[in-house]
């Protein structure tokens, strides 16, 4: 988690600082990062399922409480800082609230989007389990696919909005792949199961690398 935190502030950093077009272009595969923290955490989610005896309830008020209590504690922060600098509310209190809550992300893509992405993947995440728990590399790949075919819904709306909405989600969806991955092979790990290298290399194939 550490490294792909690391890579995530270095895949960031060259919109801020000026470097070479070679040094650029090489940080810049550094966005790996987010792939790799949605793979550990789709991995750390299965251990927490699996080893869950409070019931969905409380398990979903666990999650939750540990994502956003942090996002809204340093987004706090921020917006103080925003305000004492003269920040102004234009568009209203509830666009305000629309975007920090990350929600607008899926609208105008211009709030947090991790944060938008781990709240659908949580939701959802209980049903992944049952499902990989089940049918294993058939569910995953099953799921994989699925997510494929959402990438493949045209974008060719008379409504922009609908176009926006449905390029925010795919733009998720893309990423939630490594997701899926990560709880798959979540439970190969927690039962000290062999996996074959030609089925990890196939799934990093299907995955997106």
């Given at each position: 988690?550490?490294?792909?935190?690391?890579l995530i502030l270095l895949c960031h950093s060259i919109?801020?600082?000026k470097m070479p077009v070679?040094?650029?272009?090489?940080?810049?595969?550094?966005n790996i990062g987010v792939d790799f923290f949605l793979f550990l955490s789709g991995m750390g989610l299965w251990?927490?399922?699996s080893s869950s005896t409070t019931g969905m309830a409380k398990w979903y008020a666990g999650r939750y409480t540990k994502l956003l209590v942090?996002?809204?504690?340093v987004l706090l922060f921020i917006e103080i800082l925003k305000f004492t600098a003269g920040k102004q509310?234009?568009?209203g209190i509830w666009n305000y609230l629309f975007y920090i809550t990350s929600l607008s992300f899926y609208v105008s893509h211009n709030a947090a989007w991790f944060i938008a992405a781990l709240i659908p993947l949580y939701l959802f995440a209980p049903w992944f389990y049952c499902l990989i728990k089940k049918y294993q590399w058939i569910a995953s790949l099953g799921l994989i696919i699925i997510h494929y075919l959402i990438l493949f819904i045209p974008l060719s709306y008379t409504s922009d909005l609908i176009n926006d909405i449905l390029q925010n989600i795919q733009f998720v969806v893309v990423r939630s792949i490594s997701f899926i991955l990560g709880m798959t092979l979540g439970r190969y790990?927690?039962?000290?199961?062999k996996i074959s290298i030609m089925w990890l290399m196939g799934?990093?194939?299907?995955?997106?690398?």
């Amino acid at each position: 988690m550490g490294v792909s935190t690391l890579l995530i502030l270095l895949c960031h950093s060259i919109a801020y600082i000026k470097m070479p077009v070679v040094l650029h272009y090489a940080i810049s595969f550094s966005n790996i990062g987010v792939d790799f923290f949605l793979f550990l955490s789709g991995m750390g989610l299965w251990y927490s399922l699996s080893s869950s005896t409070t019931g969905m309830a409380k398990w979903y008020a666990g999650r939750y409480t540990k994502l956003l209590v942090p996002y809204f504690t340093v987004l706090l922060f921020i917006e103080i800082l925003k305000f004492t600098a003269g920040k102004q509310i234009d568009d209203g209190i509830w666009n305000y609230l629309f975007y920090i809550t990350s929600l607008s992300f899926y609208v105008s893509h211009n709030a947090a989007w991790f944060i938008a992405a781990l709240i659908p993947l949580y939701l959802f995440a209980p049903w992944f389990y049952c499902l990989i728990k089940k049918y294993q590399w058939i569910a995953s790949l099953g799921l994989i696919i699925i997510h494929y075919l959402i990438l493949f819904i045209p974008l060719s709306y008379t409504s922009d909005l609908i176009n926006d909405i449905l390029q925010n989600i795919q733009f998720v969806v893309v990423r939630s792949i490594s997701f899926i991955l990560g709880m798959t092979l979540g439970r190969y790990i927690q039962n000290n199961k062999k996996i074959s290298i030609m089925w990890l290399m196939g799934a990093c194939v299907i995955g997106g690398g």
